[in-house]
């Protein structure tokens, strides 16, 4: 009977363990708002300094990498700012066809003409690296759309 009370106590103190709750990463949405209080000078620095260290790059690789890095943000925070005025105006409404596929074309033409800077920048073992980094972060930009949202363990139940 003791042995039977102490298995009983065990399983329930096991069981409370396993039901205790984990702490969340933060998410999407908090960490966009946490590189969007950047000024742009401080995220192209940021960015460099990363390339730097995963391309092994010289001064003036790290130059010429910056001022692209700078050009790139300023648009990006010029892009992010428009986007809030439309959405707190209420004006948001979907792009038409026309507009998503302007976009689409303006994405892939800015890829085309970023991939032929960094070309004639970087040495062949500098871009192979770089465009393999580069390849792994639009696999994880199309699974986090795939996902779009979903939080872990929210999938179809298994019976």
Known sequence: ???????????????????????ERPNREERTHRM???????AANL????????????QS????????????????????????AKKESGNMEKPSKEERLARENAKLDHQIAMKAKMKTILNKEQFDKWEKSQGKMQERAIGMK?????K???GPKKQ
């Open 36 to 42: 969007s209080d950047l000024t742009p000078e401080e």
């Open 1 to 23: 009977m003791k042995r039977l009370i102490v298995i009983a106590l065990a399983l329930a103190s096991i069981q409370g363990i396993a039901q205790e709750e984990r702490k």
């Open 61 to 84: 690789q790290q130059k010429e990498i910056y001022a692209i890095n700078l050009k790139n943000a300023t648009k990006r925070k010029e892009m992010m700012a428009t986007f809030k």
């Open 146 to 150: 795939k996902r779009d949202g979903k």
């Open 152 to 154: 872990r363990g929210e």
């Open 47 to 58: 960015q460099t300094k990363k390339m730097t260290l995963h391309l092994d790059l010289n």
